[in-house]
């Protein structure tokens, strides 16, 4: 037992470095209880890691670095988008627009525009591939990048789009430690979201590319929080054109802006601004992109989210089975237009009747109009969760944490050949999230968010 007192940190970087080479390298998606056994395993490391006294800052960067390096080499195991990533980017090099043409299109024609063409169409699968690409533009120039270094090896594609990734979330990590000394909190809080198993593994692992658009995220905030308002609204508009979800949070700076004014006048008139900003460098980024069907093609494309797709929903699944009760079938295109009308209410209700003058109290609103969306969507992937996470770690809440522990559950679905859901599993998840959530409202005494 003193042994392992003496020498707890170095064991427990030891098998971190193990349990992530055999999680890389050794494990397939349908291994639902290998992946259980490692993921559990990972965060019990990471916690210690982080809460431990003798571990200093300097040592914990070291290990963001090094658990992401361990990827390197490896082909994504739990996701198989990276292949429309890397099909997006050659198109592009090829001087296609990948806004405008289906992968599928040119498989069944037998034309074969890239290198690896039929290969990168089987690995992103049919569904995949007969859909219009939905990736905003400083995403295609990611995949373009890839292109360009690696435009005939579909590895050298993937250690391409890695390093971007890394070089992300190494931003995400410098503005992140900024911006929490700004806001007198504790500086440690960044690791909650770098030493993240859940981070590691779904964002440099799978190829997922969120850190790029939260790099540009915290940066916006970080010069937001210096009242360099300009540079924070060309950098949220970045933000958007790599996801769109940051477009949720416009309403949001409303009364950042009329509070931090001499009157509410000059606030109108900055925030005005500021969102002219935004939307004029989201329109020049599209515009090398924009023909007379781009915009049919990307709204159908990202419209589907809401008519179509269905996975790991909460309260989405609930307002399923009372269609099912009431009208006998599944009523998600109607349920999908109702969903997005209700997260837009609910924003308006904390952008007027919730206190968002400080930059902490803005993040906290930030989160929760994040999650109620989450929480009625109609598709909730795992790596969705990264958001939550990176906002939660600048406000008191830490239930996001807890959710990105319980979304290994939703992979129980791969385990099962073809793919299908087991709901006693998505109830699991969402328990433990409610619960933590609830927990913690009840704890602050907030139990009113737009309090």
Not at 76 to 85: I, T
Not at 437 to 445: D, G, H, N
């Amino acid at each position: 037992m003193s042994f392992f007192k003496k020498h707890k940190d170095i064991l427990l970087i030891s098998i971190s470095t193990i349990l992530y080479f055999v999680f890389a390298y050794f494990l397939e998606r349908t291994e639902f209880t290998k992946l259980l056994l490692l993921w559990f395993s990972l965060f019990g490391c990471s916690y210690f890691l982080i809460k431990s006294k003798t571990i200093n800052t300097t040592t914990l960067i070291g290990l963001v670095i090094l658990f992401r390096l361990i990827f390197l080499f490896a082909i994504p195991n739990l996701s198989q988008d990276f292949y429309r990533f890397i099909w997006d980017g050659r198109m592009i090099l090829e001087g296609f627009n990948p806004y405008l043409s289906l992968p599928e299109t040119f498989i069944q024609q037998g034309n074969s525009p890239i290198s690896d063409a039929n290969n990168l169409y089987s690995g992103m699968g049919e569904m995949n591939g007969s859909h219009y690409t939905n990736y905003p533009p400083i995403n295609q120039l990611c995949f373009l990048i890839a292109a360009l270094f690696a435009s005939k090896s579909i590895f050298g594609s993937v250690i391409v789009l890695r390093i971007l990734i890394i070089l992300a979330d190494v931003g995400i990590l410098y503005f992140g430690k900024k911006l929490l000394e700004k806001l007198n909190l504790p500086v440690k809080n960044i690791f909650w979201y770098a030493l993240n198993p859940f981070i590691i593994i779904e964002m440099t692992g799978n190829l997922h590319f969120e850190p790029v658009m939260l790099f540009f995220l915290i940066w916006s905030l970080y010069k937001l929080q210096q009242h360099k308002w300009i540079w924070a609204a060309i950098l949220l508009a970045c933000s958007v054109s790599v996801k769109l979800i940051p477009l949720l949070f416009l309403p949001l700076f409303l009364q950042w802006f009329v509070k931090n004014e001499q009157n509410w006048l000059a606030g109108i008139k900055k925030i005005s601004l500021f969102y002219l900003i935004i939307i004029s460098t989201i329109i020049i980024l599209f515009l090398p992109f924009y023909s007379s069907n781009f915009i049919a093609n990307y709204s159908n494309s990202v419209g589907l989210w809401f008519r179509n797709f269905e996975f790991n929903a909460s309260f989405y699944y609930i307002f399923r089975e009372i269609g099912y009760l009431f009208r006998g079938w599944n009523e998600i295109a109607i349920i999908g237009k109702i969903t997005p009308i209700l997260t837009i209410i609910f924003l308006m209700i904390i952008t007027f009747f919730r206190k968002n003058n400080s930059l902490k109290q803005l993040i906290t609103a930030f989160l929760f109009g994040l999650c109620f969306y989450y929480f009625t969507a109609t598709t909730i992937h795992p790596w969705y969760l990264a958001t939550p996470l990176i906002l939660s770690i600048f406000t008191k809440y830490r239930f996001p944490i807890f959710w990105t522990i319980a979304i290994v559950f939703s992979y129980q679905a791969y385990a099962n050949n073809p793919w299908k859901e087991n709901l006693a599993f998505v109830a699991l998840e969402y328990l433990i999230v409610f619960g933590v959530l609830i927990y913690e409202l009840r704890k602050t005494k907030n139990y009113k968010i737009v309090k």
